[in-house]
């Protein structure tokens, strides 16, 4: 069972940054942050493949966030950096992580989840 520690989020005006951290206790085929406002439905907003190193983006982040993955012997970590933040990024982000490969492109096909870190932006 992988496990997910995130941490970061917080609150900050609109223009601010806010960097999301994301430690899976052992190899992933894909590890990604999905976040959910209240009311609507869970979106994903990043992803990356640990071997391709290929990332998707959100048309609606593009250009203002980067998720990028670490390695240390043990963790294998995704940090979502979060620029030019918006008030209609406000949500509670989660951090998700698949093995066994195919696609990563929706929550439905992620295998672990985090608890959630709520990013708060004020306008």
């Known amino acids: 069972q992988v496990q997910l520690v995130e941490s970061g989020g917080g609150s900050v005006q609109a223009g601010g940054s806010l960097r999301l951290s994301c430690a899976a206790s052992?190899?992933?085929?894909?590890m990604g942050w999905f976040r959910q406002a209240p009311g609507q439905e869970r979106e994903r907003v990043a992803t990356i493949y640990t071997n391709t190193e290929g990332k998707f983006y959100a048309d609606s982040v593009k250009g203002r966030f980067t998720i990028s993955r670490s390695r240390d012997n043990v963790k294998n970590t995704a940090i979502l950096q979060m620029n030019s933040l918006k008030p209609e990024d406000t949500a509670m982000y989660y951090c998700?992580?698949?093995?066994?490969?195919?696609?990563?492109?929706?929550?439905?096909?992620?295998?672990?989840w985090g608890k959630g870190t709520l990013v708060t932006i004020s306008s």
């Open positions: 998700a992580a698949k093995n066994g490969g195919g696609s990563c492109d929706s929550s439905g096909s992620m295998d672990y």
């Open positions: 052992e190899y992933t085929y894909c």
